[in-house]
């Protein structure tokens, strides 16, 4: 367990650096930041649902499964990399929004629990196309982790959300 | 105009809308399905203007590409207009006075306008050139102002956040 007093002086610490101070200060930085963490998560998330609806064989069943995930499922890591970048800088902003808020660590949480499945299926699918059709109980499991994905990944984005009601005074 | 002040009051003043400004759980709860179904439209319409541009998915041709992710996106875009719509009835007046919000639904229909006139122009000869890496100009022109005008539409709806205070 974090200790509260610990990361509540680190909060202090970093709202009192000159960064911080800017991104408080100027109006825009802001909302610019939570825009394009926003679309970074609208590129992930409608990225790993593409692929998870094809498992499911609702969309795009016309294309095999690993091309689908070849198209898709690359692009999601240097895009992981501006979600980071911006939630840093969100997070020095306001740090006590989100350090001191127990919503935040169940959102990065469900985000590390949805890019592990994510490099998961695109490991398993570039390692060996067949890997989720081989027989009755891969397809179910294949199923069964495509179900998780979605709703791991709606978890995140309800959390990220839920941050902004739930921040300490 | 009187008759639009009309309902727009009858809104307000309905139940549901009473139920949304009252209930501390349920804005939190719409805002997160609308975030969500705006990141499921956008994302699914940045993978066609993508295609549309010539960066991703260049080995499929342009309708398989749409089919593959239409349903997606227009189911997205009803989730969003719904969830939208039950946040604007709860603070009508508010939101009508908001510069953003106006934004953000003339530049929903600048991006829907442009799909339209991208099919009504290229509906005819898109079998002739939908399987090239490389589209026409009219086609690239079309990807490139979605995104941009998708972007606006996500920044607005952040700007709202900031500019007015719900309830």
Not at chain 1, 57 to 74: E, K
Request: proline content about 4%; hydrophobic content about 55%; overall charge positive.
């Amino acid at each position: 367990m974090i200790d509260a007093a610990i990361v509540n002086e680190f909060s202090k610490w970093l709202a009192a650096t000159p960064l911080s101070h800017t991104i408080q200060t100027t109006g825009w930085i802001i909302p610019t930041l939570q825009t394009i963490h926003i679309l970074s998560v609208a590129v992930l998330f409608s990225s790993a649902i593409l692929v998870d609806l094809r498992i499911w064989r609702v969309l795009q069943r016309d294309a095999p499964l690993p091309d689908v995930a070849r198209r898709f499922l690359p692009l999601i890591w240097p895009v992981v990399l501006i979600l980071l970048v911006t939630g840093s800088l969100l997070i020095i902003g306001e740090p006590r929004r989100s350090l001191l808020n127990t919503t935040f660590y169940l959102k990065m949480a469900l985000l590390a629990a949805a890019l592990a499945l994510t490099g998961l299926l695109q490991w398993s699918l570039s390692s060996a196309p067949g890997f989720w059709d081989k027989d009755r109980g891969r397809r179910i499991a294949g199923r069964c982790a495509a179900t998780v994905s979605i709703l791991v990944w709606c978890g995140v984005i309800f959390g990220g959300r839920f941050i902004a009601y739930t921040q300490a005074g | 105009m009187l008759q639009l002040q009309g309902l727009i009051s009858y809104l307000e003043n309905s139940a549901l809308a009473d139920n949304i400004r009252e209930n501390d759980l349920l804005f939190p709860l719409i805002e997160s399905v609308h975030v969500l179904s705006i990141c499921l439209a956008v994302g699914s319409i940045l993978v066609v203007d993508l295609r549309l541009l010539g960066l991703a998915s260049t080995d499929r041709p342009v309708s398989r590409v749409t089919q593959g992710i239409l349903p997606l996106t227009w189911g997205a875009f009803v989730v969003a207009v719904a969830s939208g719509g039950l946040m604007f009835i709860s603070n009508a007046a508010k939101y009508l006075g908001n510069g953003y919000f106006i934004a953000k639904i003339l530049l929903i229909g600048a991006a829907g306008l442009n799909m339209v006139i991208f099919h009504a122009i290229n509906a005819r000869d898109l079998p002739k050139w939908e399987n090239d890496p490389r589209l026409p100009l009219s086609a690239r022109l079309a990807g490139g102002l979605s995104i941009l005008l998708w972007v606006a539409v996500v920044a607005c709806g952040r700007w709202i956040g900031f500019t007015m205070q719900p309830g």
